[in-house]
């Protein structure tokens, strides 16, 4: 398993360029199924969980090729469509393809994801629309397996605001048979990435963006031609970044609007962010501020920053309350920012992070893919060594961040075990 190797205390200076969004890549991707014929994918990030999704796809039978950032898909051949347990294991994200086969095919054999490092995360919300939309859902050894011979429009309202149960709804109404109106639907822009594409594809959608989406079925999609959206995480996290070294930072291609709740809170703690030609300027401040943070979904704070936020606010002046809204086990990073100096206490759904004068270089261990960021921050401005064991995870969403984070003057390097 990789480790990287950071000496903290090095200011980040220059400029990057921001990848294409992991999270709106994902269901992008697997919309692919729901057309016959090859449909062009632009601005996808090199990384584990998209090499994932593309094994996940090539298993339903979906044939791929591509070059870099440009990816082409003809999904529309279903020979399979079972979503097997070694896939759902590794990225949860896999039960996007729930919705799709079954509006395709009229059936999906889809493993249950288990728990997971941040919470339980259960799909619950996911089967109870595609209930409603007449789908048959049995539970058998560990499988969803849905059923429908054509699912019909209905009215459907989620409990609780859900990314993936939106965009698996999203993508199974596209197909189906009358109008479907989703309330309390996700708001998140990787949700309105995934609507375009089906907009592109010849789906009838209203309101994407908005927390009352309709979807007018179609008989059928065609391919498209498409641009995934900059990641407004890997963009927050160098904003943090770069913050927290007292750096001077300009993003590229980012999307300034979708970074907006972070933006106004680094303000809140006296760091410049402002646009420029071409990008987004950071500019760190002589002393941080204390802020508290509460994450929300879309346009609230997200939770995906949460942990990256929390580092900076380690060695702020002043305490910091952290609220976690979305996961109820979202603060496995706090044990290893305390590793490093970091004066945090967790009362049930709040971090208290009173700022130190400095954190100290350690041997610290990644738990989950955000986690993992948040140490790299955190050792970016730790005063010595931080070794960071099971850099896998951060693989899963940050494409190359060693090679970026050098180029901006960091020290850190990735030793291979
Ligand atoms: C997406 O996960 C993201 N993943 C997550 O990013 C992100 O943290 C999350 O949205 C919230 O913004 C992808 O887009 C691939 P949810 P998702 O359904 O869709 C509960 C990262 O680090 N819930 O919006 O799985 C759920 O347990 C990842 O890149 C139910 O109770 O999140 C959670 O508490 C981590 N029942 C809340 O809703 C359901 O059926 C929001 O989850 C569905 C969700």
């Given at each position: 398993m990789d480790k990287f190797i950071i000496e903290g205390g090095k200011r980040l200076e220059g400029r990057v360029r921001i990848s294409g969004s992991k999270n709106a890549a994902l269901p992008v991707l697997v919309?692919?199924?729901?057309?016959d014929g090859w449909s062009t994918y632009r601005n996808i990030p090199d990384l584990a969980d998209i090499r994932t999704i593309k094994r996940l796809l090539a298993n339903h039978g979906a044939q791929m090729e591509g070059q870099g950032e440009t990816l082409r898909i003809n999904?529309?051949?279903?020979?399979n469509c079972e979503a097997p347990y070694d896939l759902v294991r590794t990225?949860?994200?896999?039960?996007?393809v729930l919705g799709p086969l079954v509006a395709r095919t009229g059936k999906a054999r889809v493993s249950l994801p288990g728990g997971c490092a941040i919470g339980a995360r259960p799909i619950n919300l996911h089967l109870k629309a595609l209930e409603a939309m007449g789908a048959e859902i049995d539970l058998r050894e560990g499988y969803v397996e849905a059923k429908a011979k054509r699912l019909k429009g209905a009215r459907i309202y989620f409990d609780i605001s859900t990314v993936g149960g939106t965009e698996n709804i999203l993508m199974a109404a596209a197909l189906a048979k009358g109008t479907t109106r989703l309330e309390n639907a996700a708001k998140e822009p990787e949700v309105v990435n995934l609507a375009d594409t089906l907009e592109a594809m010849g789906a009838k959608i209203k309101g994407?963006?908005?927390d009352v989406i309709t979807i007018e079925g179609v008989e059928g999609l065609r391919p498209c031609e498409v641009s995934v959206i900059p990641d407004r995480i890997e963009a927050g996290t160098f904003l943090i970044a770069a913050a927290v070294t007292g750096g001077d930072v300009v993003l590229e291609g980012c999307d300034t609007n979708h970074l907006d709740a972070l933006i106004l809170k680094l303000r809140e703690t006296g760091i410049t962010v402002e646009p420029v030609d071409g990008g987004l300027r950071v500019r760190g401040a002589p002393e941080i501020r204390s802020a508290d943070v509460k994450t929300l979904p879309y346009?609230?704070?997200?939770t995906d920053l949460q942990a990256q936020i929390m580092a900076l606010l380690a060695v702020a002046r002043g305490s910091s309350v952290v609220t976690e809204?979305?996961?109820?086990?979202?603060?496995?990073?706090v044990a290893e920012l305390r590793r490093l100096g970091a004066d945090i206490v967790v009362d049930g759904h709040n971090a208290v992070v009173k700022g130190v004068k400095r954190l100290k270089g350690a041997p610290v261990m990644a738990t989950d893919l955000r986690a993992s960021a948040s140490l790299v921050v955190a050792g970016l401005v730790a005063e010595g060594k931080t070794t960071l064991s099971r850099v896998y995870h951060i693989d899963r969403g940050y494409q190359t961040i060693e090679k970026k984070l050098t180029a901006l003057g960091a020290s850190i390097k990735r030793v291979r075990a």
């Open positions: 919309s692919s199924l729901l057309a999904g529309g051949n279903i020979s990225m949860r994200a896999s039960v996007l994407a963006g908005t346009p609230g704070f997200p809204t979305i996961f109820e086990n979202r603060f496995m990073h």
